[in-house]
């Protein structure tokens, strides 16, 4: 069965960086374009990046533009969200999604930014 997997997520200060892994199973990867969402505390989830099949398209939302890169290793199953310049407003919990119909997500993994 389909499953995402994210990790990477913790605590850290403004200014600082994270890397998210979305390790992926029971598709292939490569076949799909995945993206990475973010929930904050009382809004709906989002979309922060997106990434299709070759990984030579992304796509970012525009707060997190030049901060963020997403990439992906079809070969190794994986999609990262690398995060710099984290600002407290990023504080959020992050997921996985695969894109097509159904959409799957993961579980999410918890970002906290604050000194």
């Known amino acids: 069965q389909v499953q995402l997997v994210e990790s990477g997520g913790g605590l850290v200060q403004p200014g600082g960086s994270l890397k998210l892994s979305c390790k992926t199973s029971?598709?292939?990867?490569?076949?799909?374009?995945m993206s990475w969402y973010r929930q904050r505390p009382g809004t709906e989830r989002e979309l922060v990046a997106f990434?299709?099949?070759?990984?030579?398209?992304?796509n970012y939302a525009g707060s997190v533009k030049g901060r963020f890169t997403v990439s992906r290793s079809n070969y190794e199953n994986l999609v990262w969200l690398e995060m710099n310049n984290l600002k407290p407003e990023d504080t959020a919990t992050y997921y996985c999604?695969?894109?097509?119909?159904?959409?799957?997500w993961g579980q999410g993994t918890q970002v906290t930014v604050s000194s």
């Open positions: 999604s695969r894109s097509g119909n159904p959409r799957y």
């Open positions: 029971g598709f292939a990867l490569k076949d799909y374009a």
């Open positions: 990434i299709a099949q070759t990984g030579y398209m992304t």
